[in-house]
């Protein structure tokens, strides 16, 4: 069964009496695994310092809500769970930073900083189809990595450092297998070594609905970056890049390049693969992929966007053939914490922006954008 939860910061005005600060209202929504609402699932939301801030249940059409109150300068940390009968326990772990109306943000998991604005966190599942967590991690090139060490951490985008629940080591064709004790949701770590940057995916007991894979990647400068797709079915997904023209490239500060498969390098007129900016370093037209880009040099300053495009279905505005196939975009840009993006399974659409990544100061924003409205070689629907 799949638990879906999309959090939203909603800023209001009114405060109840004897309730000091600005509201902010977390709110949510508790499906099946066929989307169907499950009604009097129960909610549960604990601080920073595990004391239960309030329990509530859904209501006939799966939909629950909780305010937040807060007069303090403090960032309050959030776990939430959800449960209903016969089903294992879902959860997740953000940030919703109480500073003031004005600057409510909520963070997705590890320094994942969204603005107060309506957001769609990426899905959880309630399970109840047994309590074993397997994978596969490749390398960008697609081939299995042996003998990578890892634990599964409860929820969704668990926080580096959580306690572990069971731990994996993958085997000559890169699988790993693992026993919980609940069904569900988990998040799956392999910590950087031996020249590995590291790697963290969404890992389910409901094995057939799994990413198919996980990518690992070398470890990136600062500087540089390396981003993959992964998904599963014949589609052909397509990973996009747009990010600002260096200054000595540019005509306006506004201009960008766009590296896709048919526009695989930039700048196009090099003799030295290594003088390229970026590059689709691995086209796949299929499942599993992965489909890969790398940054070799910093780009100009502004915003670097991360899409996937559904390439075969671009054409068809409702086609929901993207949200099917658990596309799975990892990225890695010199930072310590591995970062994934999992689509959502609800989003009627054929393109997803899950990333955007500010080149000035390395700062990622998780937006988890979704539209119909693109077109692949037009630079600016990116």
């Not at 009114?14 to 509201?23: D, N």
């Not at 993959?228 to 600002?244: E, F, K, S």
Request: aromatic share 8%.
């Amino acid at each position: 069964m799949r638990l879906v939860a999309h959090l939203a910061l909603l800023l209001s005005s009114c405060v109840p009496a004897g309730l000091s600060g600005f509201e902010v209202m977390v709110d949510g929504s508790v499906t099946d695994a066929d989307g169907a609402p499950l009604a009097a699932a129960e909610v549960t939301l604990l601080g920073d310092t595990g004391e239960v801030l309030g329990t509530t249940t859904t209501d006939a059409a799966g939909s629950w809500s909780f305010p937040l109150y807060s007069d303090s300068d403090r960032g309050n940390a959030l776990h939430a769970t959800a449960s209903a009968e016969g089903l294992g326990t879902g959860s997740g772990d953000w940030d919703v930073n109480l500073l003031s109306a004005e600057t409510a943000t909520l963070r997705a998991g590890p320094v994942q900083d969204w603005e107060a604005v309506h957001r769609p966190l990426a899905p959880f599942r309630l399970d109840a189809d047994g309590t074993s967590v397997s994978g596969r991690i490749v390398d960008p090139s697609g081939s299995p990595v042996e003998g990578l060490h890892g634990s599964l951490q409860p929820g969704w985008n668990a926080p580096v450092g959580a306690a572990a629940s069971a731990s994996f080591t993958t085997d000559r064709d890169g699988e790993f297998s693992a026993t919980v004790e609940t069904p569900g949701l988990y998040t799956a770590y392999v910590a950087p070594a031996d020249g590995w940057a590291g790697t963290r995916f969404p890992a389910f007991t409901n094995t057939s609905l799994s990413p198919v894979a996980a990518t690992i990647a070398p470890l990136q400068e600062p500087g540089k970056l390396l981003a993959t797709v992964l998904w599963a079915g014949a589609t052909d997904l397509d990973l996009h890049l747009t990010a600002p023209l260096r200054e000595s490239e540019a005509r306006t500060s506004s201009d960008r390049f766009h590296v896709w498969a048919d526009e695989p390098v930039h700048p196009e007129r090099v003799d030295d693969p290594d003088d390229y900016v970026a590059q689709l370093a691995r086209s796949a037209t299929s499942g599993p992929g992965p489909e890969v880009i790398v940054v070799n040099t910093p780009p100009g300053a502004g915003e670097l966007h991360l899409s996937v495009v559904d390439r075969s279905h671009e054409s068809e505005a409702d086609a929901g053939v993207l949200a099917e196939t658990g596309a799975l975009v990892q990225w890695w840009n010199g930072e310590d914490i591995p970062r994934y993006a999992w689509v959502s399974p609800l989003e009627l659409a054929n393109a997803w922006r899950p990333v955007e990544i500010d080149t000035r100061d390395a700062t990622v924003f998780c937006v988890e954008t979704y539209t119909s409205a693109v077109l692949s070689s037009d630079a600016g629907s990116f």
